[in-house]
């Protein structure tokens, strides 16, 4: 979050953290993330990106991220980015009525984690890829979205 804004720059690097697993229910206004090492052990903490329900495009699926987030095990969570929030709020990038769905997402969301329902309670090593499993490779068109087949 910059105030003057982005200037589109950016480092051509390739990643080198943990994998993240992201699982989307239809319909919610989050994704969960959980990362897991080399190894094969997973975060202790979940992470809840609140955000658009995906939708399906020709490509895969769509969503716009909400800048704030859930972060935490289902004993324990708090909000990240609530800065990031209120000064989009302050500048006017959103408004109240945006901040208080947000905020009702997040609460939901919250509430999903604190039941240990699933996929917090799923068994996330049946997601792991096998071993000799080949990386995918991205479409040629990945980047393009079609504004008459439901993108943004």
Known sequence: MLPAGRNGDYDDTAWAGDGVLRVHTFGEEWSVWRWVDVDGNWSEHFYLNL??????TDIGFDSGDWELDVV?????WHYKDEDELQWS???????????RR?????ERAAAALASN?????????R???SA?????????????????????
């Open 117 to 125: 329902s699933w996929p917090f309670s799923a068994d996330w090593n």
């Open 132 to 152: 000799d499993l080949a990386m995918p490779v991205l479409p040629g068109n990945w980047n393009v979205v079609d504004q008459m087949g439901g993108g943004v």
């Open 51 to 56: 955000e658009d329900p995906w939708r399906r």
């Open 89 to 99: 709020e302050d500048v006017g990038l959103v408004n109240s009525s945006w901040v």
């Open 72 to 76: 935490g095990t289902p004993a324990s």
């Open 102 to 106: 947000t905020r009702a997402a997040g």
């Open 127 to 129: 997601w792991l890829p």
